[in-house]
């Protein structure tokens, strides 16, 4: 067996350096020399990173907030019939309350509802209203009414509708008006 036996510890350090150095340019054979155990682990390292970047893109480019146009003008006119006929009673014509029912928009959405996703404010309107008859219509119909209340709150129309889905309203937030 080889030894550096002419070298001080220094030059043997150094020599081992240079070895550690030529493996790792070929990274794939560093790889193939990895124990099973430290391949598991930069395995798992890497699929992390890729996970951690999913989620950055998420936050920085997926998440809407109620301010993005998140549904259509035509919408909001279904669901103002809806609402005229069957919520205006209680809530009032403008949505802001009356002695027998809490306004829904303005203060509701800007500080009640604040941070909660749109589904939260789809879901208890869907399972408690109107009083006695929870869930008379569909869960598109209630998202249309919900595309009402946003029009009323001063919220923009935008070119796609707001669908009455768990799945696409989880992923639009109320935030309190800009
Ligand atoms: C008979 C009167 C009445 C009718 C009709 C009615 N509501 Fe309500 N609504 C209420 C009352 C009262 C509350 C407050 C309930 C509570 O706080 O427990 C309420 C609460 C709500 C809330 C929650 C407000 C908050 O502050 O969290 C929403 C959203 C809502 N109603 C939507 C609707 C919609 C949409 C309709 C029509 C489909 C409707 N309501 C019809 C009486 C009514």
């Avoid at 890497?46 to 996970?51: E, K």
């Avoid at 403008?94 to 909660?116: F, H, M, Q, V």
């Avoid at 869907?126 to 998202?143: C, H, I, K, L, V």
Wanted: proline letters at 5%; one cysteine or more.
């Amino acid at each position: 067996m080889w030894r550096p036996t002419g070298l001080g510890p220094v030059g043997r350090t150094a020599l081992m350096a240079a070895a550690i150095a030529a493996l790792a340019a070929t990274s794939a054979f560093a790889f193939d020399n990895m124990s099973p155990e430290q391949r598991a682990a930069l395995e798992a390292k890497t699929v992390d990173v890729a996970a951690t970047d999913g989620e950055t893109a998420a936050a920085e480019g997926g998440e809407r907030t109620i301010f993005d146009g998140v549904y259509t003008a035509e919408q909001a006119e279904r669901g103002m019939g809806f609402f005229g006929t069957d919520c205006a009673t209680c809530h009032s014509n403008t949505a802001r309350g009356s002695s027998a029912a809490p306004g829904l928009i303005g203060y509701t959405l800007d500080n009640k509802y604040a941070d909660e996703s749109l589904f939260t404010y789809f879901d208890y309107m869907r399972s408690n209203m109107p009083p006695g008859n929870a869930g008379w219509f569909t869960d598109q119909e209630y998202a249309d009414i919900v595309a009402y209340l946003l029009e009323l709150h001063g919220a923009p129309a935008g070119d796609t509708e707001l669908e009455g889905t768990e799945e696409a309203l989880s992923t639009i937030t109320i935030v309190p008006t800009p």
